[in-house]
């Protein structure tokens, strides 16, 4: 199987080489050529399948140079122990036809653990196959959850160092304690002065940038991506759609005319993976993307405009806190029928103005697709509430904002296929915000007497990962211009030279 650049013809790589690498050298994302698809049989055969079984099923499709053994290897190590009750992605029935697919029992409480625990297996087995011993340099930018969520997956895993940017002002005190805290010999986390697309733009730059590729080269290290712009992180959530398919089919739910996914939306990764198990076969019916204030995506899902020059919100789910959505890159480059040039030219609108405009065609396939629409935090916190007081249910913003918004769908269109609601965090993570919604008057100051003040109100189960941190050291308290990132990180990897 071969996978291509987004913005060029001319780039072929093996599976092994485009996660070992991350991104590809002309800036662009890697894709597969050629989406596999699933047959009736597949999908019967999935079903008697647990988690695990599903994963190297459909892992086996997207690595083809992975040998049996490689599989198995990676997908035991990632899921055999590592969540709750070794269910890492459960259903659950909220009412007829409404289900919250929880992605949140791992070891950091978010979603991004279903991909980052895998990750770093199927990286050092790329890179062993592929990169002849270097050692791997992961960078990352974070707007909370996959910061922590890849310190957690690579921590002193052998031949790998990682570095995690996130921005001083836009992650919440618990985000911001769990990865201060982080534990490992070959971690370094580090604030910026900026939001998470600074964070973000600075990481790509320094991806881009030869002069600092050759000083690791000549140390015998190469750098890489954990952030959703590498493709060993799509696959691992292309797994949890298709297995909730086949636990809705288990279940007996009626999915003959297909079911609905909502998900709450940042970066565009986590939709795009649905949008994969969707041309794989999975029966979805309409992805509905929900977006905070920082609705860029509504509006260009909705207009097929895209203009990321607004303002930008810090909101209460500050995983969404995006106004460049790095994914939609691929996602635009399968509905061009793989339009490298055009694509190209839009990121160059994108870099140059802030804004670009799609054709009329992709606009309507766009729209034939997703429906997709926005909450603010009033909105939100109204959403926890309501939904604690109707079902006991406890949700966390970002879930909040994904629910608010299924509701807005439901009451404008009368849809009624069974639909299922990506759950991206525990509650837990965001005690102050869910505290707020359902419970003010026991606000404090202290986070984790907020947190215990949540399970007293609420009488539901505090994560042990949450617990633990009340306790844990801070190890790292940096902070560092958004220009200095590139010093950051040779200061760290002790290259900061001038080069011969
Ligand atoms: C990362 C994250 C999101 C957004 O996911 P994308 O793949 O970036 O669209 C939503 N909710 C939570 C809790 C997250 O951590």
Redesign the pocket.
Known sequence: MVYKSTRSDNVSVSAAQAIAQGISKDGGLFVPQTTPKLSATDFENLRKLDYIGRAKYILRNFLDDFSDDDINYCVEGAYSGTFDNDLPAPLSKLADGKYILELWHGPTC???DLALQLLPYLLTTSANKVSNGKETVILVAT????GKAALEGFKDVENTKIIVFYPNNGVSPMQRLQMDTQLGENVFVCAIDGNFDDAQSGVKKIFADIDVAARLADSNMQFSSAN?INWGRLVPQIVYYISAYCDLMESGADVEKGFNVVV????????LAAYYAKIMGTPIAKLICASNSNNVLTDFINTGDYDRNREFYTTISP??DILISSNLERMLYELSGKDAAMITDLQEQLAATGKYTVTSEISKKIKDLFWAESCDDEKTLETIRSYFEKYSYLI?T?TAVALAVYDDYIAKTGDTHPTIIAS??SPYKFSSSVLEAIAPEKLSDGEFEKVKALHEVTNTEIPKPILELEKATVRFNNVCKKDNMIDAVLDYLKINTTLN
Request: no cysteine.
């Open positions: 978010a979603f991004k707007s909370g959850d996959t959703s709450p939306t940042g970066n565009f990764g986590n939709i995983s969404m966390d970002h991206t965090a």
